[in-house]
């Protein structure tokens, strides 16, 4: 399961990059990575502080890209 984020530059809002995290290697339900989700948005961006997550959704691993996100 991926945990998929197009995330912003906090001081150029309009500068926006996407980012992939895998939520789990096994194939597990959409809703495993939605309640473990706000956990892993927290640890990232306590890493990246630059930056803000601006949208996000949890997709199995072999479905990647932001179509409809």
């Not at 948005?41 to 072999?62: D, L």
């Amino acid at each position: 399961m991926e945990l998929l984020m197009i995330v912003c530059l906090l001081a150029t809002p309009a500068h926006c990059r996407s980012e992939s995290l895998t939520v789990s290697i096994e194939e597990a339900p959409p809703m495993q990575c939605m309640m473990t989700a706000q956990q892993t948005i927290a640890q990232w961006t306590a890493a990246h502080p630059k930056w803000q997550v601006a949208r996000w959704r949890c997709v199995p691993s072999k479905r990647k890209g932001f179509h409809n996100i």
